[in-house]
């Protein structure tokens, strides 16, 4: 069977939630036995958002194989529970970086380099190396952006000669759009709809799906008027409406037939979807038993995006333990020891988030402090793991200054310090220790009672570690590295025996976190502070 492609786009306004109606259409496919990848084209010039400001595009998603990408991409693997990597997402820098490198070397024989055809040609090869490379039944293609953006026109015309080049047949185009309801008016309005897919019929693209986010239900009427003047079956009007959680999205999608609609156009032949188990999952994240309260205390909280996976990891813990986990947002760079308590008075768990620079440190830090002499469960993930080490070698080695180099070049203790193969590296982007290593989980810790495993794979994004020169004044102080890189012995956790639950962990754990199998340490923190939270009653 030839891989069948469909191209996802989006019109009226960002912010519609293509990617998750991607990861939800690719979670209903896969239910049906489909083999199924998602690509997120993006059309910003930067040759990847590593170097990019978390308030403006959230958090970097790391892939296993150390590609920095879009945060679209953490749901895909949450949803479709699959490994992505460099191949599934591709933004505007990368297809002219890989296009200029080919001009130098000679590859185009001398012809002038164009947009068209050889930018679009490039954009077709990504695609096309994505559908090739694993032998998918569908690939689903998400284009960044809005119809109608200058910047997407490549993207749009590359799919319309992609549709002919691999046959129509073996394609499908869908269109999110919004259908907004207008409360002085009393009604549901299809103009906007239908003005988008009017956009995207004069770049030469007829979607075959309409899904139209609505706060409303689409009646009869106006799914008529839709499929009427946007030349589609009114069958194919597909409404998306306001959820509870976004996992729930693939019932409210199988309920309006969308997986069906797709099924039957790309000629496929598959049984119905089993989703029993994304329906317990979903029964568990709407309905638990149980609540508990953690702090995420990070320098970027005001923007949520910032920590996405962080937040999902939780919200698949929390369903694991039968709880909704509530997260009290807590700015470190408004976090002094004198108003720490005040800030952190009756959560359950803290959990110090990763980040770069010095910004807010000081208040990572309180918190730190506060939570490990207040015997409330402690998760430091990647930088917030460091301020565990630096606050354990102030405030219990007697080592005052201690500090990480990153912060203070000069400290007489750099407890943290940069990685020896980054300090001479000059470009920022793409060169951290990014992907996938391996790390020996020591018996008889935390890490282990809750990896049951003493070999596991964490995925890293940082430049600085643990000084292994200064480790056993740490260690002789009663902190243990419950994990440690076997290759080049760095440290990748460290617990404190003596407390009900402190873990910290150099690695990004909440990177590999799916639907089908929530994060081991995220589990046991929550878990940690569900029991927290019962002594406290």
């Not at 990368?94 to 080919?102: A, G, H, L, P, Q």
């Not at 768990?349 to 309180?366: D, N, Q, T, Y």
């Amino acid at each position: 069977m030839s891989t069948k492609y469909i191209f996802v786009t989006g019109g009226v306004t960002s912010s519609l939630g293509k990617g998750i109606i991607c990861a939800s259409l690719g979670r209903l496919l896969v239910a049906r036995g489909l083999k199924v990848t998602i690509q997120k084209l993006d059309p910003y010039i930067n040759v990847d958002p590593g170097t990019m400001n978390p308030y403006e595009h959230g958090e970097v998603f790391v892939t296993d194989d150390g590609a920095e990408t879009d945060l679209d991409l953490g749901h895909y693997e949450r949803f479709l529970d699959i490994r992505t990597s460099q191949t599934n997402n591709v933004t505007t820098g990368r297809v002219y970086f890989d296009v200029i490198n080919k001009e130098r070397k000679g590859a185009y024989l001398g012809k002038t380099v164009q947009v068209i055809p050889h930018i679009t040609d490039e954009i077709q090869s990504h695609v096309l190396k994505l559908g090739q490379s694993g032998n998918y039944d569908v690939v689903i293609v998400e284009i960044g952006g809005t119809v109608g953006d200058i910047e997407s026109l490549p993207y749009i015309e590359a799919v319309r000669q992609l549709r002919y080049n691999v046959g129509r047949s073996n394609t499908l185009s869908i269109h999110l759009t919004l259908v907004p309801y207008l409360s002085a008016a009393g009604e549901l309005k299809t103009k906007p709809t239908q003005h988008s897919v009017k956009t995207l019929l004069e770049s030469g693209l007829q979607p075959d799906i309409l899904v139209c986010r609505t706060e409303h239900s689409l009646d009869d009427s106006i799914r008529g008027k839709v499929a009427r003047f946007c030349n589609v079956d009114r069958e194919d009007v597909i409404e998306s409406i306001d959820a509870r959680s976004i996992y729930e999205v693939p019932l409210l999608m199988q309920k309006e037939g969308l997986d069906t609609r797709v099924i039957e156009k790309l000629q496929l032949t598959t049984p119905a979807p089993d989703l029993t188990d994304w329906t317990s999952f979903v029964h568990a994240v709407c309905y638990p038993d149980h609540q508990v309260e953690i702090a995420l205390v990070g320098k970027y909280v005001e923007h949520h995006d910032s920590y996405k996976s962080i937040v999902e990891a939780f919200v698949h813990a929390g369903a694991k333990n039968n709880a909704k986990v509530s997260i009290r947002w807590v700015q470190s760079d408004n976090l002094t020891a004198e108003n720490v308590a005040q800030a952190l008075d009756g959560v359950d768990g803290v959990l110090v988030a990763p980040g770069f620079g010095g910004r807010g440190i000081e208040g990572k830090l309180s918190a730190v402090r506060y939570a490990r002499e207040q015997q409330i469960p402690f998760f430091g993930i990647c930088l917030g793991m460091q301020c565990a080490v630096i606050e354990y070698a102030r405030n219990v080695c007697g080592l005052n200054n201690a500090n990480s180099t990153e912060f203070d070049e000069s400290t007489d203790h750099p407890i943290i310090d940069i990685m020896y193969d980054q300090k001479d590296i000059e470009n920022m982007g793409g060169t951290m220790r990014l992907g996938k290593y391996d790390c020996a989980v020591q018996p008889d810790t935390k890490a282990y009672e809750a990896y049951q495993s003493t070999e596991v794979e964490e995925r890293h994004r940082h430049r600085y570690e643990v000084n292994n020169e200064l480790r056993s004044i740490l260690s002789d102080h009663g902190l243990i590295f419950s994990g440690i890189n076997p290759g080049r012995d760095l440290v990748e956790m460290v617990e404190i025996p003596d407390h009900p639950w402190f873990v910290g962990v150099q690695f990004h754990p909440e990177l590999r976190s799916t639907v089908q199998h929530p994060q081991p340490l995220f589990v046991a923190f929550v878990k940690a502070s569900l029991v927290h939270a019962h002594n406290k009653a």
